[in-house]
């Protein structure tokens, strides 16, 4: 449930979110130039460094001059960073962005993070509540690997994780029952956080499957393998396990051919994708709007209107 409230004086910001290949990156970018804005990543892997291929980053050519922000700042062996920390370390680039005069621009495709940022979901920015995390680990070993995955759809019918992704299921669970949270039990009532416009981009199922089938050989030729072999020492990670490196992982680990693991990641990308679209198209905000298959008569417009207004 959000709680409905008053947007004036809060902070204005525009967010562009929407499934893998869907080109966020490239609108982001356009807007950032005509608006004088910086760009801040809500991409749970663009997080960390040499993980650049893999997840898309976008190369300082491709960047334009524009700022990127919470891009290339953890380690790969950090296991630790939560949607907590990703609130407090975006609230304070986006304060910071708007002290000097710009515009932020929120653009990614980790729907969680967009969610609870601009609904100001807040746990106060704490680690692990390791008391909490022994219950539920507790849990699992007592009724089975999908009790705590039943549990978090029952808290949250559209959370985008896979069933056996123990690691990011434990910690949402952490989020969403942690005592700390300000909001009620089940840490399912948010309000507004920011004055925003949100740009969904979407497009048809089958384009975005062709756009992620050229993605990938574009990995391959710019050198993924190459990229996920240099990170061998961090292959138990949590960061490995992310779409695209963990076929990677196992097709090295295998002795997979490149088409075989291209196979893979393709498979793997068409799940993500249909997640990705179930979320956002899901995703509650009174000032939304979607952009389909790269027409962006409509979101322009938004865009304009929301730009032009005063608090």
Partial sequence: M?????????E????????TCVKKSDYAVDIALKYNGEVISADSVQLYRKLDIGSGKLTKEEM???????MDFLDPEDNSYSVALYIKDAKRTITDIISRGKIPIIVGGTGFYINALIHGFNCGGSGPNHTLRLRLEGLEAKYG??????????????????????????????LYLSPTC?????????HNAYDAVLIIMDADRNKLDEYAEKRI?????AGIINEVKGLERYFNCRCMETVGYKEIVNGLLCNKSDEEIKADMLM???KLIKKQQTFF????WDNKTILYNWDRTEADKKIAEFMSKTN
């Fill in 268 to 270: 793997a990308y068409h």
């Fill in 145 to 174: 690997k999908n009790y705590l995955f039943d549990m978090l759809t029952r808290i949250n019918k559209d959370t985008t994780l896979h069933p056996n992704d123990k690691v990011r299921i434990i910690r949402q669970l952490e």
């Fill in 64 to 70: 334009r001059g524009v700022p990127h922000h919470l």
């Fill in 281 to 284: 198209r899901w995703l509650q």
């Fill in 182 to 190: 300000d909001n009620d039990e089940s840490a399912s009532v948010y």
């Fill in 217 to 221: 050989n574009g990995m391959f030729e």
């Fill in 2 to 10: 959000v709680q409905k409230d008053s947007i004036k004086n809060k």
């Fill in 12 to 19: 204005r910001i525009i967010v562009i979110g929407g499934p």
